[in-house]
């Protein structure tokens, strides 16, 4: 089977560049199913209904998310309504929605599994303590985790540290797709982060100039989505799904 992962999607310009390319993506590479971070689908970051339902509508069968998932109220009762999306699993128990979904294909069985890092990042539970707990309640072989994170180190670490134990461990949350993937202990697809869909040109999907002008003189800047011409960073893996044990990743950039 083939499994399609798109990194960060930014805003309206990455959802719109998204819909637009997505059906090419799945028909080239045969996927079989569609994994898609949103958290920063929504115009001012974070998600919203309507860019959640957005993203379901034009290709996605699972949305995950990060450190922004709560930012906007209006998505909070989504978070516990939608069987699909996911927040990451090592926020404190009482929070809206769940870090865990299994996708149910008939004969095949995915589950995906949402973390965060803890380095830079929220003080959040252990994410390698957490894993290992949610590994225990999970029977099909098919795993695939996105870590959202942002430490290159606590995401290769969490890569090693799965290696063997799930078909794939994909990072996201820095927006810059990294040239380092591969199969791990030769069954984990693994890549520090899958990159951004959105504004080529920008700071993250930023505005430069207001990106530049945050970091140079440290005063108080509005951020706006940048709308240069828009990218598009993902993976594809390849996996069997008898075993759980990738054979292929792919990294994308679709211009």
Known sequence: MNLLFLGDVVGKNGCDFVAKKISGIKKEYEIDITIINGENSS???GILPQSAGFLFSHGADIITTGNHCFKRREILEMFDTAEFLLRPANFPEGN???GICVYDMGAVQIAV???MGTIYMNPLDNPFSVIDKLLETIETPNIFIDFHAEATSEKKAMGYYLAGKVTGVFGTHT???TADE???SGHTAFITDAGMCGAEISVLGVNCEQAILKLRMHSP???SESSNPPFINGIVVGFDEKYG???NI??????
Not at 250 to 255: D, E, S, V
């Open 43 to 45: 115009n001012g970051n």
């Open 175 to 177: 927006h810059v797709q």
């Open 182 to 184: 591969a199969i791990l």
């Open 96 to 98: 809206p929605g769940k």
């Open 245 to 247: 044990k990738a054979y």
């Open 113 to 115: 599994i949402n973390l």
């Open 221 to 223: 800047v509005k951020f």
């Open 250 to 255: 792919k990294r994308l950039i679709i211009r």
